[in-house]
């Protein structure tokens, strides 16, 4: 069967026809959750990133895409990732198999010692190629969601006293910003630290944008954030959730509901007719609080793991 097709290293030439076959994979053409040819570029040009040697494409016997895998490289905690979207065909499951085999090879030849990739909870086929390959399922997550056009009832944010609310000043705060991003999820599963380089670049990208970041700070020292993103195309808009931190020394203090109140209403002003985000199932504190704000489950997702 593997014959059917074949699996080789991405080359940038290939960039439209990957971002194609994404953007069709996942059903969002022509809407605001669609991938654009730059966007695809800046997430694959991160710090340290090397895709034509990081990247793999499945292509069929008439040279259709079947498949894209991207591997991440996290050294400070000796991971590797395994970013993976195979699209619909008769032998699907073959293909999620041959994929993790490439990434299982691949990892063996750099530092990690765990190797991670993340499916549906509903992919049939990843999930038997995975147990057939003796990977076990470590984690699961939830996807959420608020529509806001039905939900306008969001409650107005209290900030505690003492506190104030800004966005990011990308010049003056990246490095504060910086080292509180990585204080406050030292702790999280698969979190690994982040550099100011990295960090400047994901706000450099499509979605991004200081704007998008809030800090709540006392006169001293920031002591949280909530990242979040935007995008909107023919008439349709989607806000995200990125990340929501507060420092250690900070917890206990209602700052996590303040801030991510403000970060929600500042994406319905600009116009998201929904907002999603992910969030740990295990995590009840932060799962409870998106209840709470109007958060509705609509899917969940897996992390697998192998030892390398």
Not at 33 to 42: A, I, V
Not at 211 to 231: D, F, Q, V
């Amino acid at each position: 069967m593997t014959d059917k097709f074949s699996i080789k290293h991405f080359r940038w030439e290939e960039t439209s026809d990957v971002v194609a076959f994404l953007n069709h994979t996942s059903r969002f053409e022509n809407t605001e959750k669609e991938l654009s040819p730059n966007l695809f570029r800046q997430l694959h040009e991160m710090p340290g990133a090397d895709p034509e040697k990081d990247c793999f494409v499945a292509r069929d016997s008439e040279r259709k895409i079947v498949a894209f895998l991207h591997m991440i490289s996290e050294k400070p905690i000796n991971r590797m990732v395994a970013l993976q979207t195979v699209g619909e065909c008769d032998y699907r499951e073959i293909v999620a198999t041959k994929l993790c085999q490439v990434a299982q090879e691949f990892s063996r030849h750099k530092f990690p010692r765990t190797l991670h990739v993340q499916i549906s909870k509903q992919d049939h086929d990843w999930t038997r190629a995975l147990n057939n390959l003796g990977w076990k399922e470590v984690k699961q997550y939830w996807n959420l969601q608020r529509v806001t056009e039905k939900n306008k009832d969001l409650e107005e944010t209290i900030i505690p006293k003492g506190y104030k609310i800004r966005s990011l000043d990308i010049q003056k705060d990246i490095e504060e910003f910086t080292e509180i991003q990585n204080s406050a999820f030292a702790e999280h599963w698969g979190f690994c630290p982040n550099t100011s380089d990295e960090i400047f670049s994901r706000i450099s990208m499509e979605r991004d944008g200081q704007e998008g970041i809030l800090l709540i700070h006392s006169e001293k020292k920031i002591a949280g954030y909530n990242w979040t993103l935007y995008s909107s195309k023919n008439g349709r808009s989607t806000g995200w959730v990125s990340m929501t931190g507060v420092h250690p020394d900070y917890r206990g203090k209602k700052l996590g509901k303040a801030i991510v109140l403000t970060g929600m209403h500042a994406l319905i002003r600009r116009g998201a007719k929904s907002i999603e985000l992910e969030v740990d199932s295990q995590n009840a504190p932060a799962r409870e609080l998106y209840f709470k704000l109007g958060f509705k489950k609509i899917s969940e997702t897996l992390w697998f793991e192998t030892i390398i």
